[in-house]
């Protein structure tokens, strides 16, 4: 559970992320399906209320982890990935937050325990 609000906050708290959408601030809560979730950059994310944040990267997280077959752990390998998530935020906030989080799933699946 740990690595799971590590990743939300990784993923959110990109300091260099400037919201200046109006639209964005509007978002208090998160998309209801992946369809909506998908597509919401981390720009919109980060303007978002911090509660929807944490939803909304744990929900895409858990998403990735369950098509990819494998599990976030808490401990190291969840901060690995939480570390992943908000420099890649951070390089590109404009990137879809979902590709953000799956690439940084890929780049670690060899490290993850498989899903059973």
Do not use: W
């Not at 369809?35 to 950059?41: E, H, P, R």
């Not at 494998?70 to 951070?90: K, N």
């Amino acid at each position: 559970m740990t690595s799971r609000i590590l990743l939300a906050l990784g993923a959110l708290s990109v300091a260099s992320v400037i919201a200046s959408s109006a639209s964005a601030q509007q978002a208090a809560l998160p998309p209801l399906n992946f369809d909506q979730a998908a597509y919401i950059t981390c720009r919109e994310a980060h303007a978002m209320n911090p509660e929807a944040r944490k939803a909304l990267a744990v929900f895409l997280a858990e998403h990735s982890a369950r098509v990819r077959g494998v599990m976030i752990p808490d401990g190291e390998q969840g901060a690995q990935l939480a570390h992943l998530v908000r420099g890649g935020c951070t390089l590109s906030p404009d990137a879809y937050l979902f590709t953000v989080v799956d690439r940084a799933i890929v780049a670690e699946s060899s490290k993850l325990p498989k899903r059973k």
